[in-house]
């Protein structure tokens, strides 16, 4: 049996993502995980991973193009610079649980299985639902080892209040992700 430390917020802050980062860190390095993957809007986040996670697989998930303007990604053209100058990857593509899903929503008002399948990870928390969403998207954009433990990081709104290790999945295999431990998330619900 082993015990770990779960940092729980009890607010929703940005400020917690100093604390998860560093968390976050402390388990990679006690568990010798090499592979982070981090979701980020408009890259503060992904810059301060960057900084904590100096020489390790860093994969950043961006809101996929058009969330919020037609065509667009919400991370400026010089943030995406600076963070594969700095090692990392960027990743946007559609979201594992919304794409077709959220069209066939909106257009007919009806809920398809992704979108039911996010608003059950909900439940845990708006960050769990992306720790776990941005690995089936890292994975099947071919940036993660299969064979290794991964640190999903999140955050509900700004910042980062959710870190998990997980085995991680392809989306066509989604049932075959693991959550191994939770080392932070938020009390608070948002949703």
Excluded: C, W
């Excluded at 604390?19 to 995980?33: F, G, Q, S, V």
């Excluded at 008002?109 to 399948?117: A, K, Q």
């Amino acid at each position: 049996m082993n015990e770990k430390k779960i940092i729980y917020y009890p607010e929703i802050s940005e400020e917690n993502t100093e604390k998860t980062l560093k968390a976050a860190k402390e388990r990679a390095d006690e568990l010798d995980i090499k592979n982070i993957v981090v979701s980020s809007t408009r890259g503060g986040t992904a810059l301060a991973t960057l900084d904590v996670f100096k020489g390790y697989n860093v994969v950043v998930v961006t809101h996929v193009a058009g969330f919020k303007e037609p065509g667009k990604i919400e991370m400026s053209d010089d943030t995406v610079a600076e963070i594969k100058k700095k090692g990392g990857k960027v990743l946007t593509t559609v979201h594992a649980f919304g794409g077709v899903s959220s069209a066939i929503q909106k257009k007919f008002d009806t809920m398809e299985s992704g979108l039911l399948i996010a608003n059950v990870l909900r439940m845990f928390g708006q960050g769990m639902k992306v720790a776990f969403e941005i690995i089936y998207m890292a994975a099947d954009a071919g940036l993660l080892p299969m064979d290794e433990d991964v640190i999903s990081i999140a955050g509900t709104g700004k910042g980062a209040d959710t870190a998990i290790v997980v085995k991680p999945a392809h989306s066509g295999d989604m049932f075959d992700l693991y959550t191994k431990e939770i080392i932070a998330k938020p009390t608070t619900r948002t949703y």
